[in-house]
């Protein structure tokens, strides 16, 4: 398996840490939207647009790009943040953030934002276009591939397990699934709202390859994405556990924070824990 | 002032100050009373039990509450199998979900099947606010009465959500109720009449009629108030059923004004303006105006600027009824 550097592994993980920032200052300015679930991807999103993804964020409609869909459309602030952090758009366009006239909707839009790839929020729609752009692909012998973030909220959709259906019938080994596996939706705990485990069992019997990851370290991250790329006879689904909310102590494991955003106070909070790195170091400027 | 005084609105109507709640909460409450009467009604929800006010109902009666997680098509097909068995299943989501992701079953399980499953459809509107165009439900209207034996409700303000959800429970057969996000003026009372296929005028006028439907009724108030002052007396009808409509009251009104603006926080296309005007071609062909959305989707922003910008404020039908003044 092809580890990356220790080097490469600190750069990620601080980008990771600036996005978290970011995700903090849009919602501050925001007034509305998502914490929890933005603050639980950033590892993933970071290591997405800073190592996996072949792309060029000065050429957002490149044809050869992978593809990255985020069905979970509602924590598009880690998005918005990493492409703002990788070079699509101005960093202070982020603070537009579900303001009237921004390309930064609430729920992300293909027609306003290159780079977006597709619109999202309604859930559950992300995988079955992921199989048609992998499809797709395939049929013209191209080399890019297509990666399709869900939520574990997502898991509990029907249209979802019958793109899971399409992809393992059609062999879609240039498709690679991830689960946002942070056991929270709106209502409460997966597990008491709809529970979705055993949900590698069930991932293997749509015939596709699993595999567990801690989604909050990036070295794993990266770790399972070579080795779905190594899988050539099926699509590879990588389920994410990890944690709502992390870095910011009191938002992290609570559903509460699924659709909420800081006040002011909270926000001062949480970016003093991201800039500490939760206490374990200094900040700059105290 | 041409209020009509039988429609027992609220004293502070057009005041600024005037008391403002989601019609959601109207739902809330409704069902909780429904509950109350009819031990067979059971709230089905799928993960957005707050946000919908289902939660009264689930605290009110847990073994009567039903979660479905993100589930939107189970909801509308377990719930037709619910009432098949004498349930009266109050399904609830937001309306792009419920009506919208599982329109098919509604239609084919629940409205062919002719089962008594009332469909709740919040955060219906572009003031949904900054979710943007995504959750702004403004099909709603039209993907519902198009399906025969489907009711179809549009309440103006919160008593009058309580009192279509309780009307809804004793009316056979499916039954779809929009409500918004948004808080918006609590205009009627508690004594404000409210009969399902009824429209109730709550303005008399003589030079054009408008024709409303939700929250934007007290719109259609303000703008009759405005107009008022320039000598143009405006009838303002809340025509909170589009379906079955009540095409009596409607074409007595437009007998008497000749012109006619309906105004709705939907797609003009298909929406409730299309059904009255499907009423006045047939029989009393009029001068219309339509205020709602002009075959746009909707996008982020809040509330009050949404309606602006997409021309459902108090200036968009102001100058809707001029224009249908100057028509012949
Ligand atoms: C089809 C559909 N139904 C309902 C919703 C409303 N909704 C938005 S997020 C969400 C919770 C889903 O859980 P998850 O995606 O796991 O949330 P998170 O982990 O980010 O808190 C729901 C029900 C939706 N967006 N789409
Ligand atoms: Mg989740």
Known sequence: ?286 | MALNPKAYLAADLLAKTILKKPTRDGYGDGVVEAGKKNPNVVVCCADLTESTRSLAFKKAFPERFVQFGVSEQSLAAVAAGMAMAGKVPFISSYAMFSPGRNWEMIRTNIALNNVNVKIMGAHAGVSVGPDGATHQAVEDMAITRVIPRMTVIAPCDMHETRKATIAAATLAGPVYVRFAREKTPVFTTNKTPFKIGRAETFRFGKHATIVACGPLVHTALLAAEVLAKKGIDCEVIDNHTVKPMDARTILASARKTRRVVTVEEHQVHGGMGSRVAEILAASLPVPMEFVGMQDRFGESGNPEELIEHFGMGVSAVIAAVRKVMKRK
């Open chain 1, 1 to 286: 398996m092809a580890h990356a550097h220790d080097k490469e592994i600190a750069r990620l993980e601080e980008i990771a840490n600036d996005i978290r920032k970011s995700i903090i200052e849009m919602l501050l300015a925001a007034g509305s939207g998502h914490s929890a679930g933005p603050l639980g991807m950033a590892d993933f999103f970071a290591a997405m647009y800073f190592h996996v993804l072949h792309h060029n964020p000065k050429k957002p409609h490149w044809e050869e790009r992978d593809r990255l869909i985020l069905s979970n459309g509602h924590i598009c602030p880690g998005r918005y943040a990493a492409m703002a952090h990788a070079g699509y758009f101005p960093k202070k366009e982020l603070l537009t953030l579900r303001k009237f006239g921004t390309r930064l909707q609430g729920h992300p839009e293909r027609e306003r934002l290159p780079g977006v790839e597709t619109t999202s929020g309604p859930l559950g729609a992300g995988l079955a276009q992921s199989a048609g752009l992998a499809y797709a692909a395939r049929l013209d012998g191209k080399k890019w591939r297509t990666y399709c973030l869900t939520s574990d909220g997502e898991q509990e959709a029907g249209l979802h397990w019958e793109a899971a259906l399409f992809a393992g019938k059609y062999r879609l080994a240039n498709l690679t699934a991830f689960v946002d596996r942070n056991n929270i939706q709106i209502d409460g705990m997966t597990e008491d709202i709809m529970p979705i485990e055993p949900l590698r069992a069930k991932w293997e019997a749509f015939n596709w390859h699993v595999i567990d990851c801690d989604g909050n370290n990036m070295q794993a991250i990266i770790d399972a994405v070579h080795e779905a790329k190594a899988i050539v006879e099926k699509p590879t689904v990588i389920i994410l556990h990890n944690i709502p909310g992390r870095g910011v102590s009191f938002m992290e494991g609570k559903f509460e924070w699924h659709g909420m955003p800081p006040n002011a106070e909270q926000a001062a909070i949480a970016l003093r824990e991201l800039r500490t790195l939760g206490g374990r170091i200094r900040a700059e400027h105290e």
